[in-house]
């Protein structure tokens, strides 16, 4: 069963940085895209950035600029580094692994509070 774990969260005043780090526990090479997602409180969860197997990324159109997804196959991990934060970054931040057509894993979630 592959897991993955996030880290790095954390309380940051508005316009901090963090590092969210996503460690599976297999080779990220079985993947065909990787994802970070979010979910504030009350709202639902949304895509926050997305990295496919050839390194191409995009973004929701809330972050860009501020957040870089990015992934180490050596170290089958996977990142957001979130510059420039915001108050309604505020949320519970997951990483999601998709394999093939059907398969998805999530991890258990970090908090990231900004406070302003």
């Known amino acids: 069963q592959v897991q993955l774990v996030e880290s790095g969260g954390g309380v940051v005043q508005a316009g901090g940085s963090l590092r969210l780090s996503c460690a599976a526990s297999?080779?990220?090479?079985?993947?065909?895209?990787m994802d970070w997602h979010r979910q504030a409180p009350g709202k639902q969860r949304e895509l926050v950035a997305r990295i496919f197997a050839d390194g191409s990324t995009d973004y929701a159109d809330s972050v860009k600029g501020r957040f870089t997804i990015s992934r180490d196959n050596a170290k089958n991990t996977m990142y957001l580094q979130m510059n420039s934060l915001k108050p309604e970054d505020t949320a519970v931040y997951y990483c999601n692994a998709k394999q093939g057509l059907f398969t998805n894993y999530w991890g258990q979630g970090t908090q990231v509070t900004v406070s302003s």
């Open positions: 297999t080779n990220i090479f079985i993947f065909n895209r």
